[in-house]
């Protein structure tokens, strides 16, 4: 019995390690055609290893092309998205939470339907609105319609509706139940 299990276990080590070779080799296959010229790419030829080995790439990436600017526009974008719909998410779970209003679960329910939505749907709307706003070409177009995320809305809420409180009492620390 002993014996099966390590047949088995290496059985599924050799299945796990080619299906992990496979999985890499599109990479692999990125990174050496990188090396490529431009020439042997659209030649039609296609060997795995270059004839030739070319930086021509990387040069024209690093020197020719903004690549600077591309990175900066990147990381300021994903920054502010970031923090916020955090800020938003985080304001807008812990009203959800924590207060009552009237036609509060009906407004929950149509955030949460809004998750339901591809956004090939919302694709072209958001480019008009962004396009009447003047905003084409803009690093704003890409912000302002991520600003709040309604996956960031109910998360937190429903981990404070189920969180549990701790107050301060005279008596020293107390946990409660959250009611919600």
Not at 135 to 144: E, P, S, T
Request: charged share 10%; hydrophobic share 50%; proline share 4%.
């Amino acid at each position: 019995m002993h014996r099966r299990n390590k047949w088995m276990d290496g059985s599924i080590m050799l299945v796990l390690a080619v299906a992990a070779c496979v999985m890499l080799l599109p990479y692999i296959w990125m990174v050496v055609s990188s090396l490529k010229s431009n020439m042997e790419i659209v030649s039609g030829s296609h060997t795995f290893l270059p004839h030739q080995v070319s930086l021509e790439g990387y040069r024209t990436v690093l020197l020719d092309a903004p690549f600077g600017r591309w990175l900066m526009n990147s990381a300021v974008t994903s920054v502010v998205i970031t923090a916020a719909t955090l800020f938003t998410s985080a304001l807008a779970g812990y009203i959800f939470a924590k207060h009552q209003f009237k036609g509060q679960k009906l407004l929950f329910i149509l955030i949460l339907a809004t998750m339901m939505i591809p956004f090939q749907v919302v694709m072209i709307p958001t480019y008009l609105i962004t396009a009447k706003l003047g905003l084409v070409n803009h690093l704003m177009a890409i912000v302002l319609p991520n600003l709040v995320s309604s996956y960031g809305v109910s998360w937190p809420s429903n981990s404070l509706k189920t969180s549990r409180r701790i107050c301060s009492t005279p008596q020293g620390w107390m946990v409660q139940e959250s009611s919600g």
